[in-house]
């Protein structure tokens, strides 16, 4: 015959059994339960020295806790633990705190209750009856989770009536669960940068960790022990005092708490806004904002509080103020400083001291600033506002060497004053060269560069090629040498209506800055 659990209506049916003159074996046979069972029993129900009239009298709790006071009191126990689960929940998203502390503390307040390995044991069962994404293990101010959802949202072209999907990033809190979701035309560096940043300002401060899924965006080489993040997005994090931390491929475990995340925003926001039409970002992002805010209202399951409640008490306290400004995206290029001890980025120069020059550098630049660093050191050796001028040069003077330092003091009227005494026609051409470079300095060097011409040259064949170089609009100091070794300055050039010894003067054209531009 078949052994089975006895129950405590099957315990006052053998007492009336019993009382009946039954033999155990015919009671086993008539409740289906072994022979030996019942003599178990009827032992216990003995050992208890109670009647039985009054045995049959008790409810059934009193029959279980009188044949089982072991199993009573470990009931009792369970009871007194599991009344602390949720206040161990939340404790245990705060820095510091351990299941031994919890037990330590659980101890003093209940010397009779479970010993270290149980109480660890009964917790942990309970942690993984909750939904999955409440995840609670993770501490307070400590993580942000950030991934784009496999599915997109759509806005309507108002002109073509076409369809454009937009990517949906998802952030959530370790600690509070709080959520933010923001639709973004793509998953490209500059959008993710942005929404980052919305979602900062959104939670009005930074955790002490990003934790991206692989992106593009945000990782440039997935690894699971040093992965290489996106340079831009470093910085940014770097800007808002936080870390970079991206899971790890192909460890689920890593990202279960975003992509649970994911999953309820599926249900309580792509779901909701299902069948309305929308013409822009903007107008769809204020929807996502107030499906987001029921979401983060509304309690979690089986608890009496919300996303909400768990971020304003325990999270919002812990994470780190804002900075004063937004993180600006930066243009990396990697170059080597010119033998004029400048570099060249996007048609402008920006000097660098001298003794860097042709070595390796790495240019940092935002919109308002250009930051120069050797690539071996990482060392910023300059920083300048940055230019939009075209052509032009920003110059700090202490970059420059001595000798060329000397010439930066010079002026547009030592030259031509110097250039006057060789002739009109080299005053005239130096006055172009200043027209025409870009840069003071460059006009400096090649009005130097032919004056000492005349080590080699009489003054009027340095006139001569001025005059020369002047006509075919050649501007150089290059032009200049190239005539007087060649022996041009003493070919004819000129139409026969045109005399060769007419002076030339400073144009006078509205668009020519002339002379004192360089004062």
């Given amino acids: 015959m078949a052994n089975r659990r006895i129950e405590m209506l099957d315990i006052k049916h053998l007492l009336r059994l019993k009382s009946q003159g039954r ?49 009573a009191q470990a009931t009792a126990r369970y009871e007194t633990l599991s009344g602390q689960f949720l206040h161990y929940e939340r404790e245990l998203k705060k820095v510091g705190a351990t299941l031994y502390i919890l037990w330590e503390k659980y101890q003093s307040e209940h010397p009779d209750g479970y010993g270290y390995t149980q109480f660890r044991k009964h917790v942990r069962a309970y942690q993984k009856t909750q939904e999955v994404s409440l995840n609670w293990t993770h501490k307070y101010g400590d993580k942000l989770f950030l991934d784009f959802t496999g599915k997109k949202l759509p806005i309507v072209n108002k002109v073509s ?18 959520t933010y979701v923001e639709a973004v035309e793509s998953q490209r560096l500059e959008h993710f940068l942005e929404a980052v940043q919305n979602c900062f300002q959104f939670l009005g401060g930074v955790s002490q960790a990003v934790v991206p899924d692989n992106l593009k965006s945000a990782v440039t080489t997935a690894d699971n022990y040093e992965p290489t993040v996106n340079r831009n997005f470093s910085a940014m994090a770097l800007h808002y005092g936080t870390v970079v931390l991206p899971t790890r491929s192909l460890k689920p475990k890593d990202k279960a708490l975003v992509e649970g995340a994911v999953k309820l925003v599926y249900q309580r926001v792509f779901y909701p806004l299902n069948n309305i039409k929308f013409y822009n970002l903007s107008d769809l992002n204020t929807a996502i904002r107030s499906q987001l805010d029921q979401h983060n209202n509304r309690p979690f399951q089986g608890r009496e509080y919300s996303r909400r409640d768990l971020f304003d008490q325990e999270e919002k ?24 001890t400048h570099i060249y980025l996007d048609y402008h120069y920006y000097s660098v001291p001298n003794q860097y020059v042709d070595k390796p550098v790495l240019i940092q630049a935002t919109s308002g600033q250009v930051e120069v660093f050797l690539q071996k050191t990482h060392e910023r050796i300059a920083l300048h506002h940055r230019s939009s001028q075209r052509g032009g040069f920003t110059t700090n003077p202490q970059h420059l060497p001595v000798n060329v330092r000397l010439v930066s003091n010079w002026s547009v009227e030592q030259f031509t004053d110097q250039a006057a005494e060789i002739g009109e026609k080299t005053k005239a ?31 009027k064949r340095i006139n001569d090629a001025c005059g020369r170089a002047d006509y075919f609009n050649n501007y150089s100091y290059q032009a200049i040498k190239n005539i007087l070794n060649k022996g041009l300055d003493q070919v004819h050039y000129l139409p026969h209506n045109q005399e060769d010894n007419q002076p030339q003067i400073e144009a006078a054209h509205p668009n020519i800055r002339g002379g004192k531009y360089y004062e």
């Avoid at 033999?23 to 216990?44: A, D, F, P, W």
């Avoid at 009239?53 to 008790?58: A, G, I, Q, V």
């Fill in 23 to 71: 033999s155990n074996r015919e009671i086993g046979q008539l409740l289906g339960m072994h022979r030996n069972t019942v003599n178990s029993y009827i032992k216990q129900l003995k050992s208890t020295g109670q009647e039985e009239s009054r045995l049959m009298e008790l409810d059934n709790s009193a029959l279980h806790e009188l044949l089982h006071p072991h199993k």
């Fill in 429 to 459: 051409f130096f006055y172009k060269i200043f027209e025409h470079k870009a840069h003071p300095e460059q006009a400096y060097k090649a009005c130097l560069g032919i004056l000492k011409l005349n080590k080699c040259y009489a003054n």
């Fill in 317 to 340: 306290p812990l994470l780190s103020p804002l900075p004063s400004e937004r993180f600006e995206r930066r243009t990396y290029r990697k170059t080597r400083v010119n033998k004029d």
């Fill in 161 to 178: 009536g076409e369809v454009e999907w937009k990517e949906v990033l998802v952030c959530i809190l370790g600690g509070s669960n709080y």
